[in-house]
């Protein structure tokens, strides 16, 4: 009797081991415009088994063979479709969503749980679709996706206005941003008010905060990854606006039907000629004669895909910015020119095959390239001397320059497992370099005082997306990065991890760990991540910066109601973070020993940690859509030769930060939209006391109430006065005033027979909020008659109205 249920166990088993497996694979696409979409949720209706197309559009699933197996497919926008197919073999099949364009409510209760936040192993993930972006309010009606991105908890705003991301306690250039594989180092355009991603342009936006897969590397906090539109296969299309700052079109059609296609979408400001008539006026009056300042900016992006076959795709894409600011005056044998000029440029040549329905690959050349120069040169006449003039001029530069290679593979061995793996190298070359020259009749060229700096980065990583049972799915992954400059080398190994187990069918919870390494800088006197900022990489004296972070939440799912709600906390480690001396300056003058001058010799590494939760309710789609965010964090640096070595927040801790967005569809026509944001006031330095001249070498404190010394200092020579010396308190011991903000925004659409309009009229800080922007000590004479020193706020933005016109065809 034993015997025989042991044989029949054997049989058993070899019947399930030896049942024929087989794959179903393809692409998914946008019904009407052949688009790849990234992201969309394939599996087999009513079973745990399903897979998420990668950026491309692709997917593989490998299940048991079976006469036929119904398979769903859906995607947050899209309508979710079903279809039975035959399993008995090897299956190709595409399949094609169509967006919805109706108001009313999306239907959840199909989806898979894959489809769902808390079905997936990765965590500390945002992603806002480029549709809401469009209809958030927005300063002078420029949509803009990292503006949307800083409404998310855990992502820290800059001062009023900026488009800076700070992410759980890190700087500017801790983000690694980028669009169609290439990194973007700077994307601000009119000094940090605007970014420079056209939204008209891009497809998707994703912002990850922790717990990074191995594929992401060279930054500590963040990961901004953009991919752009491929451009319509079936027809032209084309879509644009015109602001009270700008102006843009996109436009985008097939090359040949159904196998290539192409996108170009421009936009530039016009502040320079809306400028202009105010400027003639200006010329007319006798003290402005001569003088004319100027500004504008340019974005470019394009695009071309093309099919070469059922398993090979080609795309080259790429994007010119530039920001140019200008002033020139001339009067007699006076002349000064001075300009500001700064602009990325990026282009991507990628090759995607399909080896099998099981491996994928993705291998990409990509250039990058971002430039700063500032350029000043003033003549003057020399006093008491005829006809003799002085010249003087400066140009600072600022450039890093990448040349990268990068294979990305994509391997489906069964259904517990999505496998990817890869290479990639970098080439840096970073040009910071400051100088200046003067003299009478200078003339030639000025000579840079940095030269070139050569840099190789490089990494290799695996990562296995597991699925051992249905309710727990790992991300497992290593990543080793290398990095070499002069005679040093750095190799540093990464390991990734995160898990999310399921508590309940729409409830888990989850656990992440990753470890970054970044080896290029931005070294910066404001904290703002200005293009005036040096970007600079790591040497044999300048270490990587270093940071581990771990992260623990839950995620729940409300399938019925289309909500996602997420309670994340985290802690994170920073090591040999950069910042500059006190005092110093990246601005060498010529002078004596000014070619020993390095930038090196100006900064000091510390380190830093941050800890924080963060709230977020999320609904993407739907009559009313939006969310609410909350963050509770903490950020501290400590840098021994800063601050004398004791602990302190940098500029851009918040303690709370709140974020509210609505958008509400009234109707086919009527769309309304708001944003209220409120977050705990920046740490700042501000000046404890002032100290004045009274003689060559006597300095006295102010005090206010001693009458007789304030007399004397007020009947010293204006000159004399300006040279007051300020005593500070510890670093960023300042708490500026909270910062809270109302934003509203209605917009009229209408569709005609042949193109659609969009009429949007919007108020930016709709109550009148005086924000600080900054603080500075001043002199005021009070109704007594007595002189007070007081702390002045100077805010930036008042009410602000806007308008603009859009419009599709």
Known sequence: MKINIIIALCLASMHVFGQKRITISGFVKEKGSQELLTGANVYITRSATGAATNNYGFYSLTIPASDSVTITCSLVGYETITETISARTDVELSLALSSIRQLDEVTISARKQDDNVSGSAQMSVVEIPIDQIKKIPSLLGEKDVLKGLQLMPGVQKGTEGQTGLYVRGGGPDQNLIILDDAVVYNASHLFGFFSVFNSDAIKRVELTKGGFPARYGGRLSSVVEMDMKEGNKEKLHGEGGIGLISSRLTLEGPIKKGKSSFLVSGRRT????????????????????????????????????????????????????????????ESGSFKMKAGLNWGNTTATMRWNHVFNRKLFANTALVFTNFNFTTTSYIREPI???????????????????????KSDFDF?????????????????????????????????????LEKPMYSLEGGAYVEDTWQPFDALKMNLGFRMSYFKADKKTYL?????????????????????????????????????????DLWVTSTDRIAPQQSSQVAFGLAKDLQNKGLTITLEGFYKD??????????????????????????????????????????LIQKKSGKFSGWIGYTLSWIYWKFPELNNGQTFHPRYDRRHDVSVVGIYELNKRI?????????????????????YPMSDNFFTRYDPSDKALNDLYLN????????????????????????????????????????ERTWEFSVYNAYNRKNPFFYDRSEEKMSDGEWKTVLKKYSLFPVVPSFSYNFKF
């Open 270 to 329: 016009y502040i320079d000629v809306l400028a202009a008539p105010v400027l003639n006026v200006m010329q007319k009056k006798k003290e402005q004669k001569g003088f004319r300042p100027g500004y504008y900016f340019y974005d470019l992006n394009a695009k071309i895909n093309y099919d070469l076959g059922a398993k090979d795709k080609l795309y080259v894409s790429g994007y010119l910015g530039q920001d140019k600011f200008y002033v020139k005056e």
């Open 383 to 405: 006093v008491d001397e005829s006809n003799a003039t002085t010249e003087s001029r400066l140009r600072y530069d600022s450039r890093i320059q990448d040349l990268s290679f």
């Open 412 to 448: 489906y061995p069964n259904a517990s497992h999505a496998i990817k793996f890869g290479v990639q190298a970098t080439r840096h070359k970073s040009t910071p370099s400051a100088l200046a020259m003067s003299g009478t009749d200078a003339e030639g060229t000025i000579d840079p």
């Open 492 to 532: 540093n190994p990464e390991p990734r991890f995160s898990a999310a187990l399921k508590l309940a069918p729409d409830f888990s919870a989850k656990a992440s760990y990753a470890r970054m390494n970044q080896y290029v800088h931005l070294l910066s006197n404001t904290g703002l991540g200005l293009p005036t």
């Open 574 to 615: 920073m090591q040999r973070i950069l910042s500059y001396r006190e005092g110093a300056s990246f601005l060498g003058v010529n002078g004596e020993n000014a070619n020993d001058v390095s930038w090196q010799d100006n900064v000091t590494s510390g380190k830093g940690w941050s800890y924080g939760s963060e709230f």
């Open 671 to 691: 769309t309304m939209s708001a944003s209220w944001v409120y977050g705990t006031g920046n740490a700042l330095t501000v000046p404890s006391a002032i100290y």
């Open 716 to 755: 010293q020579n204006s000159n004399d006065r300006r040279y007051a010396a300020s005593e500070f308190p510890a670093k960023n011991s300042f708490r500026a005033e909270a910062f809270h903000r109302l934003d509203l925004a209605i917009q009229f659409h209408k569709k005609k027979k042949r193109h």
